[in-house]
């Protein structure tokens, strides 16, 4: 609806123009500042613009009125246009709001360790980035969901040991000494059990097979990983293996000098990325003194693929924890030779739940976290997406499971469901076809209906705000607002009865 205002506007100004809704919608559904901006080169007021613009739509089919109103221009939408838009969004449902973009984008997100469940914190990314994808295709981008599985490293050795120490204590009834930093859960009896099963039970104790061991459970816990996921009904195009990587890395590093001979250097034994000269605090170790390269040297090899890939656009959903990464990944994009503004960094914020005002217990089964399927299992998958969608991602969200339990206004999820089990019983105890609702004129709608019609059909405008700025909040914030439209709607209008029923409908 905007977008075809806006267009209409171009075509009859030759330039863009800033469109704004007033918050008194009596001075109509737009307005635009455009007689301000001319007002410069036209060697007039504002308002003398802003009555020749007005009196220049007097013939126009898409707007009701459009009048000066202090130098502003506001434009009411006819009752034509409101109804042939409406139809045509009841008519095509599965195409309201959706557009073609051609751009190709590579969306990478969650992307945990595969070394245990995924917990509450790991799930505002998971809901945030599917959130984005999502709205995305709606908006036809050429859009890609991306897992990248840190498969590799010091955390896939942890997770062998810990699968070894759980089994010698729960399976060998050994007494075992844990170390201050190793990985506990449930999910650790059915790898161990599994491990027995496949490779005996001197997997257990042979210090010498930990890498053996963690190298095959990883996988195990990546079922685990899939699996939650898709309980909240989030799934991945691909899936990238850190470990498939670090064959590549000799290639990509003489690539990085290739491009600037100071993008990379030796010093104390160790090979360094110039990272500074680019933004960064200072510059990275890429390779260890033994050969090995570090988990930085990983995400370089795996952003030159991803270039390589040819996306036109590249997004990263990361923990806020990795704020400080983000500059020495953009500087090793620029040693490849790439456009670091193509590569975009989104943080997601911690969150801390509550349970009847008090802190939610971690589980000592979980391993001293709060798992995400604990959640799911408790609210609900949609109840956790819309908690997870309705707060910036890079702000801290605390919530109460007890809250979004309540069956009343005050949850914001039960207020929602409400408004559309209100509509399906406003339907079902009509005695009025579908035919003759769409066949209704809207002329003479009142006040309270045609300001439920304009929020309703202003959906794609949020689709593409939300996504375009990221915020995916505006929609629940939008669901908020329609369902408050609907419900002073009902109490302020009798339906049923009515003898302009089906207009109302």
């Known amino acids: 609806m905007k977008q075809r205002v806006s267009t209409l506007l171009r075509e009859k100004f030759g330039y863009e123009v800033v469109l704004e809704k007033p918050k008194d919608r009596s001075f109509g559904h737009f307005a635009t500042p455009i007689a301000f901006s001319l007002a410069k080169e036209l060697r007039k007021s504002p308002m003398i ?35 042939e838009y409406a139809d045509w969004a009841l008519k095509n449902p599965f195409d309201f709001g959706k557009q073609e973009n051609k751009q190709k984008v590579l969306l ?24 984005l994808y999502r709205l995305a295709k709606h908006l036809g981008y050429d859009i890609t969901a991306e897992y990248y599985v840190n498969d590799a490293g010091n955390q896939i050795d942890l997770l062998g040991l810990s699968i070894q120490l759980f089994g010698r204590e729960n399976i060998l009834k050994e007494s075992v000494e844990y170390p201050e930093s190793y990985y506990r859960g449930d ?62 890395w000799d290639r990509v590093m003489t690539k990085m000098g290739a491009n600037d001979k100071n993008a990379i250097y ?60 983000i500059p020495r990944v953009n500087a090793a994009v620029e040693y490849l030779g790439y456009d670091s503004n193509k590569l975009e960094t989104l943080l997601s914020q911690m969150v801390s739940l509550l349970k009847d005002g008090e802190p939610y217990k971690m589980s000592k089964r979980a391993g001293n976290v709060i798992l995400m399927s604990d959640i799911v299992d408790e609210i ?43 509509i399906n019983t406003i339907f079902s105890k009509s005695e009025i076809s579908k035919e003759d609702i769409l066949a209704s004129s809207l002329k003479g709608l009142d006040e309270n ?57």
């Open 49 to 83: 613009i802003a009555e020749e613009l007005a009196s220049s739509f007097d013939d126009s089919t898409v707007f009701s009125s459009v009048e000066s109103v202090k130098g502003y221009l506001n434009f009411r939408l006819s009752e034509n246009f409101l109804s």
């Open 449 to 505: 209906a045609d300001s439920l019609l304009f929020d309703a059909l202003l959906l794609p405008e949020i689709i593409e705000d939300a996504f375009n700025s990221r915020q995916v909040q505006k929609l629940t914030d939008y669901l908020k607002s329609l369902a408050a439209s609907l419900h002073k709607f009902y109490y302020d209008c009798r339906i049923i009865g009515n003898k302009d029923e089906a207009k109302l409908l």
């Open 187 to 248: 999910y650790l009896e059915a790898l161990a059990n599994g491990a027995v099963e496949k490779f005996g039970k001197d997997i257990l104790t042979d210090d010498f097979r930990q890498k053996e061991l963690a190298l095959w459970a990883k996988d195990g816990v990546m079922e685990i990983v899939v699996n939650s996921l898709a309980d909240l009904n989030i799934h991945f195009d691909t899936f990238v293996k850190e470990s498939s990587l670090y064959s590549d």
């Open 380 to 422: 609900g998958a949609d109840a956790l997406r819309f908690i997870f969608a309705s707060k910036k991602s890079d702000t801290a969200l605390e919530f109460d499971l007890a809250e979004f339990k309540k069956q009343d206004s005050s949850n914001p999820i039960f207020y929602i469901q409400y408004a559309h089990a209100r």
């Open 108 to 131: 990478e997100f969650v992307s945990a360790n595969p070394t245990g469940p995924l917990h509450i914190g790991h799930a505002r990314g998971a809901v945030y980035g599917d959130t």
């Open 266 to 325: 030796e010093k104390e034994g160790k090979i360094w990325i110039a990272s500074e000269a680019k933004g960064d605090d200072n510059d990275r170790v890429v390779v260890r003194e033994d050969g090995r390269p570090t988990y930085l040297a990983g995400d370089i090899v795996y952003h030159n693929q991803k270039f390589e890939r040819g996306y036109d656009h590249y997004i990263n959903i990361w923990g806020a924890d990795h704020h400080g990464y």
